[in-house]
């Protein structure tokens, strides 16, 4: 498995590369001039003045060169950690990315956590009774939980708990460093987040349980007089994860990539939150590092897939 994994990370470096062309390229295509953005507004100054000042801030982050020079120089400082400056902010994008990202991944796991366990037990349970009312009852609510949109969701989270009740507060960040703050402002994104990915990854896990519980092996198994525990847990549910895998590693990745919808209606500083304002305020270098960000969690996404798919079924060969 070793020289398996090698190769395959040997074998995403081309792509990670014409990725990288493809999203620079992409990010100077966008519409604005981020040197203009950097410019102080409502200052008097002549046109000379304006455009010495233009053309120093172009030489300082290196703009008045040639795209294939800039590209050039943008690969190399990203080699060595140095994503650039945030024109918004006016700091360092991985200084500026640190707390966001933190803050995405406290927000992601607990959510992660909880739907993957409850998505475990509805699902097994709602395929061994299938047909009954716990099995009916709980297919009619996934299925309204994956119509519903998440922000229709977070919106009547804060409608009632926030507004209505005033249990918890209907967005932002926690006024104090605390476990009990960071629990009550979590407490809603967090539910938002449940209810859409429960809903998908339980129908994942019925699925999977009633194809397994079909096959002539769990008859076998049957037949031999193991116990019904025995045979959903031990034999039917192991080769169950196989398909809800590939879930469960995208939500995991999640945690890092941030909830962008979620985020924005609970005006939660998180990493999704970011990218939208710096879409929003055309912030270059805020959006290239996120977006390549996005493109590595999905290559790695992609490896763990395989490794996960190895560890779950022996049947699964990794040949390098």
Known sequence: MFRYIVK???????????????????????????????????????????????????????????????????LGRTLQGDLGESLRVKKPVTDHLREPLRNTIYLNIGSTIISFLLSILIGIRSATHRGGVFDRTFQTL???????????????????????????????????????????????????????????????????????????????????????????????????LIPVVTALTWAVLGMFSGSAITERIFAYRGIGNELITAVISQDYNVILALSMFYALLTLLGNLIMDIAYALVDPRVKLEA
């Open 8 to 74: 395959r990370i040997l074998s995403m470096i081309p792509t990670a590369l014409i990725i990288s062309i493809m999203l620079f390229a992409f990010s100077k295509a966008m519409p604005g001039d981020p040197i203009q953005a950097m410019m102080p507004q409502g200052t008097a100054m002549t046109k000379e003045q304006e455009a010495q000042m233009y053309k120093n801030l172009s030489e300082r982050y290196g703009l008045d060169k040639s795209y294939p020079e800039q590209y050039v120089r943008w």
């Open 142 to 240: 996934t299925l309204i939980g994956m119509s519903i949109p998440i922000f229709f969701i977070g919106l009547l989270l804060i409608y009632i708990f926030a507004f209505k009740l005033g249990w918890l507060p209907p967005n932002g960040m926690p006024r104090e460093n605390t476990f009990g703050q960071w629990v009550r402002y979590l407490t809603l994104p967090t539910i938002a987040l449940t209810v859409g990915s429960l809903a998908s990854l339980s129908r994942y896990v019925r699925n999977s349980m009633l194809d397994a519980l079909n096959q002539d092996y769990i008859r076998t198994a049957r037949s031999k007089g193991l116990k019904e525990k025995t045979v959903i847990y031990s034999h039917a549910f192991r080769n169950a």
